[in-house]
């Protein structure tokens, strides 16, 4: 399954608000209800400050109310403070389930930076102690998948999976999930999971689901025949998940023919998207059918299918020099799409036909040549990506033309196409000569999205070479957070990878930084150049670079902010839930009400069938509004429409934001959700990079 990254740069948020002025807060109704209002905003308080250790909040952790010690615990999934997962575990049998079940999220969200053996006893106590106690015992099956280890989940199967009948079996599944996703299976697992594939229309999706994070398996290979049936069952969250595992699996049998029914007839159109990705898994050159079935994906109605189609088919392996008519029809459509000669076809797809003729002929792309045509920019940037990927002489000397060009997306995307060509000419140690020192150069820039690209290339293993040291070091003392936070992160991540001592110095000053993704970044790049484990040395306390503890405007916000953002695809509607982000949400309210800051904006990205993703100032994936926000996670998971910010690691959300065109049980707990789509869905599934953002509207 082809894996998305939510950093920034790959990231999304959308333009969402503007509050009416005249919201005015209530005053409390009691003396109790202030009293919870004022220990409320202390909880907020430490959790944005992330001054967790002067004892306040672990003594709210025990308060008389409720609510209170539900928003205490829950502040905890947050912080991930491993010297209280005593009280969070005593906190797992509250006689109030929401607070016991804040507790389980925030162990889930804890117990991953324990050590093995502090996970070990974790578990051990969870599995075999606290689960047969606690109110929430189907949430805490599930969080403890976050963190568990090999012997934790052949326990939970003993203790839960074992035992019939298994109540909600969803649980145990999604928490086979967290596992797998971490990299922990087992026969065991896949023999549970396939418990309930039969009958096929009963199979839960979350099986499937599963099924799939666990990939390739003898187990599951074993039951292709039962898998296969579930090509017909009525909810399409099993049949995209099930077009994943066929996949994976590589089965060119009936497996393989159920994936081409789904990629043709399928009606949801991201069960059409996961099955062509799943049909590029296999070697394709000699079925004129299923080179058939891509080529009218070429000319899907939607164009996600569409897009997937052509990015997909060059790994199928029909080559230029295929005599069979399918072949030779599908190339020559897709020449005709990548030319693009009567302007009916979206800059996009043009983009994307241009890319897969390339990676297919190795020859130069259309139009790259030209700068004096009137190519679109992002379409241009696409073209000198490909160039990476072509064997014309030409291609290297605009490549390295481009890397001076004005606009930052050109100069990025000539940056990859290099690194493409270096990778693919490796013997070629005159290129790697040059592409390093043309890397040097783009250190010195002043846009922080051209040094944080080329400090990555230089820790590509082609290019990593000492002499790259001096010159990261400057860039590294160029950079400020929160503007330079990814930028700070290559670089240092480089300086890593060089192992050199003359980094050792500049990284330890790293380690005192506010930003904790820098401050984590160095510390790792120091553990790789000595050996030494640095973590202790990052400082509990770190104050953030900017805060906004403005409670009168956040007590002024109702429990539920009703927006409708307004597209050039049409009208969405959008509930914003202050109780998941406080300080999040009453960010976009403000930069959409004292800034209009999203006004204009472009989505920037868009992945089929993952998220849509926007609210970036500059509309390429680096921007933000000039300072960044602390995490706020909540128990609330990634379902289809949910909304949640961007960020470049914990604690650098800014005003980017996404939204899931599907469940994405991957991000739950690591992304900050802000609220979710109540309608306008098609619209969310119908936007396109460099769709734009007219307004937000509150409802």
């Not at 990548?338 to 797809?349: L, T, V």
């Not at 241009?354 to 700068?371: F, G, N, T, Y």
């Not at 982000?581 to 472009?602: C, E, H, N």
Request: charged share 20%.
């Amino acid at each position: 399954m082809l894996q998305f990254s939510l950093a920034r740069r790959s990231l999304f948020f959308i333009s969402l608000l503007a509050v009416a002025p005249s919201l005015t807060a209530l005053p409390p109704q009691s003396a109790e209800e202030r009293v919870r209002r004022d220990k409320t905003e202390t909880i907020l308080r430490i959790q944005d400050l992330r001054t967790p250790h002067d004892g306040t909040l672990t003594a709210l952790l025990g308060d008389p109310d409720p609510i209170v010690r539900r928003r205490a615990t829950l502040a905890y999934g947050s912080l991930q403070d491993t010297s209280v997962i005593g009280l969070l575990t005593r906190n797992l049998e509250d006689q109030d389930s929401a607070v016991a079940g804040a507790a389980a999220f925030a162990l889930g969200q804890t117990g991953t930076l324990l050590s093995e053996r502090g996970r070990e006893e974790l578990e051990h106590d969870l599995i075999w102690q606290r689960l047969g106690s606690t109110p929430v015992p189907k949430v805490l099956i599930e969080e403890i998948g976050k963190f568990g280890t090999s012997a934790g989940l052949e326990d939970l199967l003993i203790r839960v999976g074992d035992v019939q009948p298994v109540h909600d079996p969803e649980q145990m599944m999604m928490s086979i999930a967290r596992f797998a996703i971490r990299g922990v299976t087992s026969d065991h697992a896949v023999q549970f999971l396939l418990r309930y594939i039969e009958p096929a229309e009963g199979t839960p999706w979350q099986a499937i689901y599963a099924l799939q994070r666990i990939g390739d398996h003898p187990v599951t290979r074993g039951a292709l025949e039962q898998l296969r049936l579930l090509g017909n069952h009525v909810d399409p969250l099993v049949r995209m998940n099930l077009a994943v595992l066929l996949g994976k699996l590589h089965d060119e049998g009936e497996a393989a023919e159920v994936l081409q029914r789904l990629a043709d007839h399928d009606e949801d159109w991201r069960v059409r998207v996961n099955a062509l990705r799943a049909l590029g898994s296999f070697s394709w050159k000699d079925n004129p059918e299923v080179i058939s079935i891509f080529t009218r994906g070429f000319f899907d109605s939607n164009q996600h299918v569409a897009l997937t189609s052509l990015s997909v088919f060059p790994q199928i392996d029909v080559q230029t020099r295929d005599t069979s008519s399918a072949g030779r029809n599908a190339l020559s459509e897709m020449w005709y799409i990548a030319k693009n000669s009567s302007g009916g076809f979206s800059w996009q797809m043009q983009a994307e036909a241009a890319s897969a003729l390339v990676r297919i002929s190795h020859d130069l792309p259309l139009a790259i040549d030209d700068p004096s045509s009137k190519v679109h920019v992002r379409l241009r940037a696409r073209l000198l990506q490909a160039a990476g990927e072509c064997d014309d002489g030409r291609a290297r000397m605009i490549l390295f033309q481009a890397t001076s060009e004005d606009d930052p997306i050109l100069q990025t995307a000539s940056i990859d196409g290099l690194l493409s060509l270096v990778r693919r000419q490796a013997s070629d140690h005159k290129l790697a000569d040059s592409v390093f020192d043309a890397l040097v150069g783009l250190l010195e820039t002043d846009d922080s999205a051209v040094r944080a690209v080329a400090a990555d290339g230089l820790g590509d293993s082609l290019l990593l070479r000492p002499a790259a040291v001096s010159p990261l070091l400057q860039a590294l003392s160029m950079c400020r957070s929160p503007y330079d936070t990814e930028a700070m992160q290559g670089i240092i991540a480089t300086l890593g990878k060089l192992r050199d001592s003359r980094a050792v110095q500049p990284l330890m000053k790293q380690l005192e930084s506010p930003d904790a993704s820098v401050a984590t970044a160095a510390a790792e790049a120091l553990q790789m150049i000595s050996g030494a484990d640095f973590r202790s040395r990052i400082p509990r306390r770190s104050a953030p670079l900017t805060t906004d503890l403005d409670f009168d405007f956040l007590r002024a916000l109702p429990s539920v902010v009703h927006v409708r953002l307004e597209t050039s695809r049409g009208n969405v509607l959008i509930d914003l839930q202050p109780d998941l982000a406080p300080f999040t949400v009453m960010s976009i309210v403000k930069l959409s009400q004292q800034r209009g800051f999203y006004r204009g904006l472009l989505f920037h990205r868009v992945v089929p069938n993952f998220v849509v993703q926007g609210g970036d100032p500059r509309g390429d994936g680096w921007g933000g509004p000039g300072y960044e926000l602390r995490s706020e996670f909540s128990m609330t998971g990634f379902t289809t429409g949910t909304v949640g910010m961007a960020s470049a690691g914990k604690d650098t959300e800014g005003s980017q934001f996404f939204i899931a065109l599907s469940p994405q049980p991957h991000l739950d707990g690591r992304y900050t959700v802000v609220g979710s789509v109540i309608d306008g869905m098609d619209v969310v599934n119908a936007l396109q990079v460099e769709d734009r953002i007219y307004d937000i509207v509150t409802q």
